[in-house]
């Protein structure tokens, strides 16, 4: 996906990242929105589709960072 490609997110979308960008956790987001933490993780994974990550493990990785939530290995 080249650097000037317009991504089409969904209003809720768009206002899951911005609050990501916001540096809010998944409950914070989820609380603000009044939505539940598995629909602010559902939302990222469409996010992340939508930018192109090429890979489910990059998916995984991506999602558990952008959600908070740390892979206990």
């Given at each position: 996906?080249?650097a000037?490609?317009?991504?089409?997110?969904?209003?809720?979308?768009?206002?899951?990242?911005?609050?990501?960008?916001?540096?809010?956790?998944?409950?914070?987001i989820?609380?603000?929105?009044?939505?539940s933490?598995?629909?602010?993780?559902?939302?990222?994974?469409?996010?992340?589709?939508?930018?192109?990550?090429a890979?489910?493990?990059?998916?995984?990785?991506?999602?558990?960072r952008?959600?908070?939530?740390?892979?206990?290995?």
């Amino acid at each position: 996906m080249s650097a000037d490609a317009e991504i089409a997110l969904t209003t809720r979308e768009y206002q899951v990242l911005r609050s990501l960008a916001d540096g809010l956790t998944s409950k914070e987001i989820a609380e603000s929105l009044e939505i539940s933490c598995s629909a602010v993780k559902e939302h990222v994974q469409g996010i992340l589709r939508k930018i192109g990550h090429a890979t489910e493990v990059e998916n995984s990785k991506s999602s558990a960072r952008l959600t908070g939530e740390v892979a206990h290995r």
